[in-house]
């Protein structure tokens, strides 16, 4: 499995931002998929997770303000996050996980809150 995250940028304190993945390879395998950010200086920290048949769970800091969803047909992932904080900034990553225990991470895209 191979994903590919887009979407980040630059974006001032309240404003919104749309991130994307597209997973490619053997997506069948694919039963939950989520997005995980690491903060500067931080570790790497769960933001949202979805499984297949659209059960979510998101952490608590950005419970209310971002909305996780998947397009199963198209093999994609998306987070919309509404009233970015500064404290949201980081490196946000792409993750699938299969059937089977199998654990798969995109290259990170930025995104960055400005206060």
């Known amino acids: 499995v191979q994903l590919q995250a887009s979407g980040g940028g630059l974006v001032q304190a309240g404003g919104s931002l749309r991130l994307s993945c597209a997973a490619s390879?053997?997506?069948?395998?694919?039963?939950?998929m989520g997005w995980y950010r690491q903060p500067p200086g931080k570790q790497r920290e769960s933001v949202a997770t979805i499984t297949k048949n659209g059960i979510t769970n998101y952490a608590i800091s950005v419970k209310g303000r971002f909305t996780i969803s998947r397009d199963n047909a198209k093999n994609s992932l998306y987070l919309q996050m509404n009233s970015l904080k500064p404290e949201d900034t980081g490196v946000y990553y792409c993750n699938a996980g299969t059937y089977w225990g199998a654990n798969y991470w995109g290259k990170g895209t930025l995104v960055t809150v400005s206060s």
């Open positions: 390879g053997s997506t069948s395998s694919i039963y939950t």
